[in-house]
Structure formats: structure tokens, C-alpha cells
């Protein structure tokens, strides 16, 4: 008895090495023995993470989306979603012209309306695309840019994205529909051509004088604001008034009231502007003002007037000549109003009283 179930033993040993050497893996397949084992879709017979297609290169992987990346990594094709409203290289606008520009979304190429851009309308004139991939003369929005042109403006709600035809006609109807760059055609800018002065910035309002023709555009006159008066008032947050011909008529209080809350991060600007014919040229009322690049002549009193304290503001590379009293006058004396490359008449430096820092060279 027992020797019979000794030789059962043996048999069934001897018919699983016989099964062994037949080659079945753990899911019952047969493999080929040549081919080491290794079943389809992957190292280890585990599937590909992405693509799963075998290649050499990234050319073996194009999948026919511009929108998609291609690669070829451990000799299996990978891909990955270009970013959202990136147009790829590989892809060519085929309307330029219009208001619509091929980018990618969530991996699929679209027609995505270029808000903003310029655009070709009727008769030569250049227009801005809006939001719908409209392409008109009016603004996408307010904090767009805006454009003004006293000769061939238009001021209505259907103009002002544009320059010439499209711009706006006064400054003073694009003061009160922007809340950023407004862009002004050489002209004159006065009560005479259909202005109100003061000209008033508000938050994020920053007028960009053009220069066409060594000519500039002429901002002239006076109003009364609050208790002054003056050609232009800065009264929001973050304004700038850039390249700008100021004139006073009249004998205003000043030409410039730099008047707005401001940090020294995000300071109010006068820049680059040729400032005239005020008793005073422009006046500081608070922290973070920046006076840059400027030609302040022929006030009566005084150029640059710091009411005080004004702590982190500067005064730097402005030239001063004939005013009546100082160049620069500080009402309270305050360390943290600042300056440099300033220069008075001939080169000189600078006429100043009143201020810890003179004379701001």
C-alpha cells in the first residue's frame, strides 16, 4: 500500500514539470519561449501609462492634434495637452485679418476671438475686435485702450478703440469712458475745441500724448476743482499723464494737481511733459509721486510745489527755467522727498527752499 502511493506521488510530481515546460503564464496564455516572456502593452506585461503605441521617435506618435504634445519616451508614445490659448508653432492663422485667432482649449484647436487686436474695416479705416470676434470702432471695454483724435473723432459710444476715425473727438468724453491708457492725436485740447477743464483722471486713467511730425498735443486752458484752479487734475489711483504739452491760460493755480492716492510701488506720474504759464507748475499732495523727464518754465511762483508730506516721491532729470520764485519749493520740509539730474537755467542747479534733499541734482 504504501509503495502504490508512493508511485501516485511521483506521477502527479511528474506531469506538473511536464505542465511547467509547456510554458503557461499566470493568465492561462502560451507564450512563445523565444520571446522571453514579455507580454503586449508594456514592460513586464504592464499597460502603457498614456498612448501605449510602441515607437522610436516623436514622429512614430503623431496623433494629428496640433494641440496635443507629442513624445516618444522608453520607446512608447506619451502625450500631454498644450496649455490653453497657446497657438502652436505648427499652425498658421488663415484669416489674419479677422477677429478670430487659432489657439488651444482643453486640447482641441479653436477659433478664439482675438479681443483687442486690430482689424481691417470698410474703406481703409482700422478698427478693434471685441468680445464676440466683432470688428468695429468701439472699445472692447473700459479699461481697454482708448483713442482720441480732435480733427476725425467721433464722440459716441461706437468709437474710441481706435485711432483716427475710430478715436474719440475730446479728451474730455474719454476721461469719462476709460479706465486706462487713452492714447491723444497732436492737436489742441481747450474749452475752444469742445472741452471741459480741469481735464479729471480717475482710477487707472494714464494719457499717452502722440507725437506725429515733431508736433505734440497741446492740453490749454484752466477750470476750478474743488477750491483750485488748474489744466489737469490727477485725482485716482495709478494715473500718468505722459509726453504732454500743458499750458495755462489765465493764471491757473496750477497746471498739474497731483493729487490721487498712491503707494511708491504704483506712483502718480508726470512724465516726459512740457509744463507752462501757471503761478505754479504742478503740485504734490501725497505719498508716491514720480516727476520725471519734464520741462517746467514760466510759472510765476514756482515749478515743482511739494504741499507736503509726500514721503516717497521723487523728482528726477527735470529741467527748470524762469519761475518766478524757486524751481522747486517744499511747504513742509520732509527727507523722504527725493530727487536727482535735475538742472535750473544755463545748467545750473536748480532755485529750491523749504526742502531737506536741495537742490535734487
Known sequence: MVIRTLVLLLAFLSLGAIAALGG????????????????AGGSGGMPAATGGTECVNGTDCDDGNACTDDTCIVAECQYSIVADGVTPATVSDPDPDDCFIPQCVTGTLTDVAATGSACALAAGAVGVCDAEGVCSCAAPGPTAAHYVDPI???DDATHGGAAGSCAFKTLTYALEQSQGDI???????????????????????RIFCEEVG??????????????????????????????????????????????GPALPSTPLILQGSDVSGCLNGVRLGATGRLVEGNYFHDHQLTGVFNQGPTNFSWVNNNQFDTNGQQDIFCNLPDPDFDGTGNTGPNGMAPSCAGCVNCPFQ
Not at 503557461?24 to 507580454?39: E, L, R
Request: proline share 5%; with cysteine.
Open 152 to 154: 476725425d473723432g467721433v
Open 214 to 259: 515733431g508736433q505734440r498735443p497741446l492740453l490749454t486752458g484752466k477750470g476750478t476743482y474743488a477750491t483750485w484752479s488748474s489744466v489737469v487734475e490727477m485725482t485716482g489711483a495709478e494715473t500718468a499723464v505722459i509726453d504732454c504739452d500743458i499750458v495755462g491760460t489765465g493764471n491757473p493755480t496750477y497746471c498739474v494737481e497731483m493729487v
Open 24 to 39: 503557461c503564464d499566470s493568465d492561462g496564455d502560451t507564450t512563445s519561449g523565444a520571446g522571453g516572456g514579455v507580454a
Open 183 to 205: 492714447h491723444v492725436a497732436p492737436g489742441t485740447y481747450s474749452t475752444g475745441t469742445g472741452e471741459t477743464l480741469p481735464f479729471v483722471l480717475g482710477d487707472f486713467d
